[in-house]
Nanobody, 124 residues
Framework: QVQLVESGGGLVQAGESLTLSCAAS????????MAWFRQAPGKEREFVAR????????SYDDSVKGRFTISRDNSKNTVYLQMNSLKPEDTAVYYC?????????????????WGQGTKVTVSS
């Protein structure tokens, strides 16, 4: 079992940066693959980035590749999403997720634990 709490969302202007954090409870954080998803108003929840248990492998959706960086600190039970060069189309509620799989393609059903989300708004 793991509980996830996101923080760091807010209102920024296009081109600015923001870092999201996701704090996990429980003793087995390092056993989980972690991911960030996002959901814009009226749209499906979509994959953003993921990181494996040890932090040695990451993958990103093409829409954020080169702008966002996912990282984790297993000693702090925390996963981060550094978001640079933000665009209005990045506006969404961002969700942290924990799972046990690392398949060639990331999808929502690989993650069994979810946070409550943190809202990011990027103004033009």
């Amino acid at each position: 079992q793991v509980q996830l709490v996101e923080s760091g969302g807010g209102l920024v202007q296009a081109g600015e940066s923001l870092t999201l954090s996701c704090a996990a409870s429980g003793r087995t954080f390092s056993s989980f693959t972690m991911a960030w998803f996002r959901q814009a108003p009226g749209k499906e929840r979509e994959f953003v980035a993921r990181i494996n248990r040890g932090g040695s492998s990451t993958s990103y959706d093409d829409s954020v590749k080169g702008r966002f960086t996912i990282s984790r600190d297993n000693s702090k039970n925390t996963v981060y999403l550094q978001m640079n060069s933000l665009k209005p189309e990045d506006t969404a509620v961002y969700y942290c997720a924990a799972g046990s799989l690392w398949l060639p393609v990331a999808s929502r059903n690989q993650y069994g634990y979810w946070g409550q989300g943190t809202k990011v708004t990027v103004s033009s």
